[in-house]
């Protein structure tokens, strides 16, 4: 009886950056899980690899090639797409810098594309969220991708904190002004984990080194454990969570 609540079955779920890495994970994990899924990348070819997986799962994939920090061009996806009950705002990047040698061109795009794109993203579909009949009944889930750098500090990470730790503002004030309409609005917030963003980082020894003595479990996150967590979220399972972070951080915040 309570395992029924995490089926998502005639769920229609938005990811974003869904060509690779936990973006890839989390489509295919909302799919296992009963979902229909639209997914959206910059590349074409990820897409058409992450739909031939989904397709084979029996639920329906649509897929759409877009730059999400380019407005005109997501507002033109989100019209297209008949119904969304989910959106994972997964999209974004991070360039390691010294805060004394952040570059400018580096900060504006980080806060373009983890601040402002997510954003647009959020209220594009909760707008098309509140045209279905019955929202208030049949609810919504929007999850941002968050990190736990937005919830403590990190070296080289001034301008992601600040990204991440938005984001989490973000996501309590969306909570609070969607709840009426049954729209609820959380974030996930992973420790490292090893995908195509993060592999080159880990490659150096050092830093690895000191990644790992900073994550109590002692090793860094599958992606299935990440993607776990967003179909949970995104489920009736979590009905009565709102406005609050699932921090999948091996204990790193704990401390």
């Not at 579909?125 to 991708?145: A, D, Q, V």
């Not at 996501?171 to 195509?196: E, H, Q, S, W």
């Not at 949970?232 to 951080?249: K, N, P, R, Y």
């Amino acid at each position: 009886m309570y395992l029924k609540k995490y089926n998502l079955k005639n769920k229609f779920a938005l990811v974003t950056g869904a060509g690779k890495g936990l973006g890839k994970a989390c489509a295919i994990a909302l799919a296992e899980a009963g979902a229909n899924v639209i997914i959206i990348s910059r590349t074409d070819k990820d897409l058409r690899a992450v739909s031939k997986i989904i397709k084979k799962l029996k639920v329906k994939c649509k897929s759409y090639v877009c730059d999400i920090t380019n407005y005109s061009e997501v507002k033109n996806v989100i019209h297209q797409i008949p119904r969304i009950d989910v959106l994972i705002n997964n999209a974004g990047t991070n360039f390691p810098e010294h805060f004394t040698e952040v570059k400018r061109s580096n900060m504006e795009y980080m806060v373009k594309i983890n601040n402002i794109a997510a954003f647009n993203l959020a209220q594009l579909c909760t707008l098309k969220m509140l045209k279905t009949k019955n929202r208030k009944n049949i609810g919504g889930s929007i999850i941002n991708m968050s990190s736990q750098m937005g919830h403590v500090g990190g070296p080289i990470r001034s301008v992601y904190n600040m990204n991440k730790h938005g984001l989490e503002g973000l996501t309590k004030g969306m909570a609070l002004d969607l709840a009426k309409y049954n729209i609820r609005v959380n974030t996930v917030c992973p420790t490292f984990v090893v995908t195509p963003m993060t592999s080159k980082f880990l490659k150096n020894k050092k830093f690895k080194r000191d990644t790992l003595n900073n994550i109590p479990l002692g090793r860094f996150a599958d992606m299935s454990e990440i993607a776990s967590s967003v179909v949970f979220l995104a489920s009736d399972a979590a009905s009565m969570i709102t406005g609050t972070s699932l921090l999948v951080d091996g204990g790193w915040t704990a401390k």
